[in-house]
């Protein structure tokens, strides 16, 4: 009968454990707003070759809002758009940035940690960072003056 009831308790404590669980990620990167919107055939040409990128680190537009450290926009290996916190997870300074290079990689000068990015994961490869680069919201649509990129949270 012990035994029983202490199955019992046990599903219990495990259902409870399982659905109290929130299954969103949360960053070590402040919230802060992110705005911004560009077309790549002029304001962003960097964007036009696969494994090109960008960073925005000062507002240049009324509206625009760059996140917490700063905006790395990518075009990825695979063809696909995605754009990142420029901070590093591990640092959390907002003056602290990784730096993009032509192998789809971030590295973080300070603290020599080191992320994927060449496919959009934002994935810590190395160095002391515990969690991988703060990533936001890309869309990418055609209009007749060009090709539009919007970066949002």
Do not use: W
Request: aromatic share 14%; charged share 20%; hydrophobic share 35%.
């Amino acid at each position: 009968m012990f035994l029983l009831h202490r199955k019992y308790i046990f599903c219990l404590v495990a259902m409870f454990t399982f659905l109290s669980c929130d299954s969103s990620f949360k960053s070590a990167i402040p919230d802060y707003p992110v705005y911004l919107e560009r077309n790549i055939n002029t304001d962003a040409l960097e964007l036009r070759t696969i494994g090109g990128y960008k960073t925005y680190t000062t507002i240049e537009r009324i509206g625009d809002a760059i996140g917490y450290g700063g905006l790395l926009v990518i075009h990825g290996f695979d063809d696909n758009y995605y754009a990142f916190d420029l901070a590093c997870p591990h640092e959390i300074k907002s003056n602290i940035r990784v730096v993009p290079n032509s192998a789809g990689q971030a590295v973080c000068d300070s603290c020599k940690s080191v992320f994927s990015i060449g496919y959009g994961s934002g994935n810590h490869l190395s160095g002391p960072a515990k969690e991988g680069l703060r990533r936001y919201q890309i869309s990418v649509y055609e209009t007749v003056s060009g090709t539009i990129f919007r970066v949002t949270r």
